[in-house]
C-alpha cells in the first residue's frame, strides 16, 4: 500500500497542481485545506471580483495557489513569515479619542480639587471662629449697593498679649483689605487709630471716642460698624489677631525682607525686649540700617515703634508694609499652610466662614496690590480732655476723597448718617 502512494506521488512531479488533483491526493490534510479554498475562492469571486485571483486559480499553477491560499487565509502566513523574517512582533494600533482624553484631564482636574478642598476645610478649622449678625454691622443700604463690586475686609492687630483673650484688648493697628471684585487689586487702606469717630458704648449707647477702643467696648463688629457709620462703607467680615500671631506668621514664612531706617533701627532695638517678652521669645538687635530679612520678634517690633517714627501715622504705614509682606510671601508658599493652621490660625480670631475663606484661596491667583492709602489725609492732632486724638478735618471731606481714591466714585455724596457724624465732631471738638 505505501509503496502504490509513493508510486502514485511520483506520477505527480513535475506536474502543475489543480484542485481536482489536490483532492486525489490520500494526505487528508491537503483534501480539507483545498476545499476551504475552494470555498473562500468561490466567495471572493461572487463578492470582490478579484480577477487576479480568478486566473491564477484557473491557471492551476502551484505559485499562484499558494499566493491565493495566503490572501484567502487573510494574508496571516504572509504576515507570520514577515515577522519571522524580521524578528519583530505584530503591535496592536490604537485610534487617538480626543473626547476620552479630555474626559480623563477632566476627571483628573475634579479629583485634585476635591483633595484640595477637603485639605483646606480641615486646615482651615482651628481659627477663633465667631458667629456675628450681619445686621449688627450697620451697612447703609445705598453704601452697600454702590460698593458691591469691593469685598472689604478689617485686619484688626489686637494689644493683647500673648497669654490674653481678645475681649476688652485694644486695636492697635486698624487695615482695611479692600479687593475689587472683577480685577482682583487689592487695596490696603490703614486707619490711624487714634481717628476720632462714633462708635457704641459698652451699654450699647453711641459715644464720640478713638477708633481704637471701639473692639475694647462691643468687639470686632463694633470697630466695623463704627467704620461702616463713618466712613461709608460695607465691611461685615474681620480678622483680629495679637502681636505673638505676627511673629508665628513670619518665622513660618522664613522672615520678610524690610527697609529699616536709622529712627527705625533706633526704636526698634529699644523697644525689642518688651515686644520679645510679649510674644514670649527673644529679641535679636538691629546692626545696621537698608534692607534686610526680620524675623518675627523684629518684624512685630517695627510693626509697633512710633514715638522717633512716624508717630501713628507711621505706624500704620509700616503695619501695611508688614502686612502685605507676609500676604505676598504666604501666596508663594501654599505648602506652609500646615504649620500656619498648627501655630498661627489658634490665635487669630475671625468671622469669616471656611467657605468665604475658600473664595479668597481660590481667587489669589487674581489679586494684585495695588496702590495703598491712609486715613485720614487731613486731620488735626492734639489733646481732648488730656486725650491725645486724630481729629479728621474734616470728616465729610476725608470720606470723599477716600472713596475717589480707592472705590473711584466720582464727586462723591457721603451718606446723611456720615453727615449728621461730621456735624456732631465738629461740635464736639470746634474743628472745622
Not at 494689644?159 to 480685577?183: F, L
Not at 510679649?278 to 535679636?284: D, H, L, S, W
Not at 486731620?379 to 488730656?386: D, E, F, N, R, V
Request: net charge positive; glycine share 8%; proline share 3%.
Amino acid at each position: 500500500m505505501r509503496s502504490d502512494r509513493n508510486k502514485k506521488t511520483e506520477d505527480f512531479k513535475g506536474m502543475k497542481y489543480s484542485p481536482e488533483l489536490i483532492r486525489q491526493l490520500s494526505d487528508p490534510e491537503y483534501t480539507k485545506e483545498a476545499e476551504r479554498y475552494e470555498r473562500e475562492a468561490r466567495r471572493r469571486k461572487e463578492t470582490r471580483g478579484r480577477s487576479r485571483g480568478r486566473s491564477q486559480y484557473d491557471s492551476g499553477g502551484t505559485s499562484g495557489y499558494y499566493e491565493n491560499f495566503d490572501a484567502g487565509t487573510g494574508g496571516r502566513a504572509a504576515k507570520k513569515r514577515s515577522a519571522a523574517g524580521t524578528g519583530k512582533k505584530g503591535k496592536k494600533k490604537y485610534r487617538f479619542r480626543p473626547t476620552k482624553l479630555i474626559k480623563n484631564v477632566l476627571a483628573l482636574l475634579l479629583l485634585i480639587f476635591l483633595v484640595f478642598t477637603g485639605a483646606f476645610y480641615a486646615l482651615t478649622g482651628n481659627f477663633d471662629r465667631v458667629e456675628t449678625d450681619k445686621d449688627a454691622f450697620a451697612i447703609d443700604p445705598q453704601v452697600a449697593e454702590d460698593l458691591s463690586g469691593y469685598r472689604n475686609i478689617a485686619i484688626l492687630g489686637s494689644d493683647a498679649r500673648a497669654d490674653e483673650g481678645y475681649d476688652g484688648s485694644r486695636t492697635d493697628a486698624i487695615i482695611i483689605m479692600s479687593i475689587k471684585k472683577s480685577t482682583g487689586e487689592i487695596r490696603l487702606i490703614s486707619v490711624m487709630r487714634d481717628s476720632y469717630l462714633r462708635m457704641d458704648y459698652m451699654d450699647g449707647t453711641p459715644i464720640l471716642d478713638k477708633v481704637t477702643h471701639a473692639h475694647h467696648y462691643l468687639g470686632g463688629v463694633n470697630t466695623c460698624a463704627s467704620l461702616n457709620r463713618s466712613l461709608d462703607l460695607n465691611i461685615d467680615e474681620f480678622v483680629i489677631f495679637n502681636w505673638k500671631a505676627v511673629a508665628d506668621a513670619v518665622d513660618c514664612l522664613g522672615g520678610i525682607k524690610i527697609n529699616v531706617s536709622e529712627d527705625e533701627m533706633g526704636d526698634m532695638n529699644i523697644w525689642g525686649p518688651e515686644t520679645a517678652d510679649n510674644v514670649g521669645r527673644e529679641y535679636e538687635r538691629i546692626t545696621e540700617t537698608g534692607t534686610q530679612t526680620l524675623d518675627g520678634v523684629q518684624a512685630t517690633t517695627y510693626c509697633r515703634i512710633r514715638k522717633n517714627s512716624g508717630g501713628d501715622e507711621g505706624r500704620s504705614k509700616r503695619y501695611k508694609e508688614v502686612v502685605a509682606a507676609v500676604m505676598k510671601k504666604a501666596m508663594l508658599q501654599p505648602w506652609k499652610l500646615k504649620e500656619l493652621s498648627d501655630t498661627v490660625f489658634p490665635n487669630i480670631r475671625t468671622n469669616m466662614s471656611r467657605t468665604a475663606m475658600y473664595t479668597a484661596v481660590i481667587n489669589a491667583p487674581r489679586y494684585n496690590m495695588g496702590k495703598s492709602l491712609s486715613w485720614p489725609q487731613d486731620y488735626w492732632s492734639g489733646l481732648l480732655g488730656g486725650i491725645s486724638y486724630v481729629v479728621p478735618d474734616t470728616l465729610e471731606s476725608n470720606v470723599i476723597r477716600l472713596h475717589e481714591k480707592a472705590f473711584g466714585q466720582e464727586n462723591y455724596q457721603v451718606s446723611d448718617t456720615c453727615a449728621q457724624i461730621n456735624a456732631d465732631i465738629s461740635y464736639d471738638t470746634g474743628v472745622y
